[in-house]
């Protein structure tokens, strides 16, 4: 089933700046899809628009067949994680990950059993009453994923999430990243300059070059070409 459509989407900034002509991408239920391609190409400006972080100029996006375009960011059922992990400083691992559910007004009970189901996913459990000064980066990385996690969202969005890590932890948590989300089957958008990050998490890949989608197919497809 067809869960993500961006139809002719296209992004010009207040300034005139025309980041983005137009792209067109149908993203399947469960799927992987990494958009890659050099600094400055639109992939922030894409997966903002896809978040409701940023308007869409022009064009329409359709989440489950619904038009999003006008609607809040709240409103998309969308989970997004950044590189630089926004976690509330002052509060516990416990609180950081429940946040989003308390503010949904998620009864107490419900919350508990979400946060320590996906605390032992992650292997947060013990760090549960911990504040995010206290960890290690791959361990804050993981409390902006089980953040996202907990709400069940429709798609994650992940911008670059792990370009603040030293390589061996990236190498780790790329692999983790991919065991969840098969296990979870959440359909995700995966925002990367690294060609190697890209082939190895990608259902398929896009490949942006000044805000056009140059090439979109699996790794295979797109570097295993005779
Ligand atoms: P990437 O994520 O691939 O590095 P971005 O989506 O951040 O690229 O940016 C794409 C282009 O849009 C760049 O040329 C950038 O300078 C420009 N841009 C980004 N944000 C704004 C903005 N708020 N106003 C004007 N231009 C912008
Ligand atoms: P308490 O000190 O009452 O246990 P905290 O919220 O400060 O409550 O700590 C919760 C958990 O985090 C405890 O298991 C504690 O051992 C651990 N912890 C607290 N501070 C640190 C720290 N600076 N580095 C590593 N672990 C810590």
Do not use: W
């Given at each position: 089933?067809?869960d993500?459509i961006?139809?002719?989407v296209?992004k010009?900034y207040?300034n005139?700046?025309?980041?983005?002509?137009s792209v067109?991408?149908?993203?399947?239920?469960?799927e992987?899809?990494?958009?890659v391609?050099?600094?400055?190409?639109?992939?922030?400006?894409l997966?903002?628009?896809?978040?409701?972080l940023?308007?869409i100029?022009?064009?329409?996006?359709?989440i489950?067949?619904?038009?999003m375009?006008?609607?809040?960011?709240?409103?998309r059922?969308?989970?997004?994680?950044f590189?630089?992990?926004?976690?509330y400083p002052?509060?516990?691992?416990?609180?950081?990950?429940?946040?989003?559910?308390?503010?949904?007004?998620?009864?107490?009970?419900?919350i508990?059993?979400?946060v320590?189901?996906?605390?032992q996913m992650?292997?947060l459990?013990?760090?549960?009453?911990?504040?995010?000064?206290?960890?290690?980066g791959?361990?804050r990385?993981?409390?902006?994923?089980?953040?996202?996690?907990?709400r069940?969202p429709?798609?994650f969005l992940?911008d670059?999430?792990?370009?603040?890590?030293?390589?061996?932890?990236?190498?780790?948590?790329?692999v983790?990243i991919?065991q969840l989300?098969r296990?979870?089957?959440?359909?995700?958008?995966?925002?990367t300059h690294d060609q190697?990050?890209?082939?190895?998490?990608?259902?398929?890949?896009?490949?942006l070059?000044?805000?056009k989608?140059?090439?979109?197919?699996?790794?295979?497809?797109?570097?295993?070409t005779?």
């Amino acid at each position: 089933m067809t869960d993500v459509i961006l139809e002719k989407v296209g992004k010009t900034y207040p300034n005139g700046y025309h980041a983005i002509p137009s792209v067109d991408l149908s993203i399947e239920e469960g799927e992987f899809i990494v958009l890659v391609g050099p600094s400055g190409c639109g992939k922030s400006t894409l997966l903002r628009m896809v978040a409701g972080l940023e308007s869409i100029s022009t064009g329409e996006l359709r989440i489950r067949g619904e038009r999003m375009n006008d609607k809040e960011p709240a409103e998309r059922d969308i989970a997004m994680v950044f590189q630089n992990y926004a976690l509330y400083p002052h509060m516990t691992v416990y609180n950081n990950m429940a946040y989003g559910l308390k503010n949904r007004g998620v009864p107490k009970d419900k919350i508990e059993e979400k946060v320590t189901d996906v605390a032992q996913m992650l292997g947060l459990t013990e760090l549960l009453l911990r504040r995010p000064g206290q960890l290690s980066g791959g361990q804050r990385q993981r409390v902006a994923m089980g953040r996202a996690m907990v709400r069940d969202p429709k798609v994650f969005l992940f911008d670059e999430p792990l370009s603040n890590l030293d390589a061996k932890l990236r190498v780790q948590m790329r692999v983790e990243i991919r065991q969840l989300q098969r296990k979870l089957a959440t359909t995700t958008l995966y925002v990367t300059h690294d060609q190697v990050e890209a082939m190895t998490l990608a259902d398929r890949l896009v490949v942006l070059n000044k805000g056009k989608a140059e090439q979109i197919g699996t790794p295979m497809e797109l570097y295993n070409t005779p």
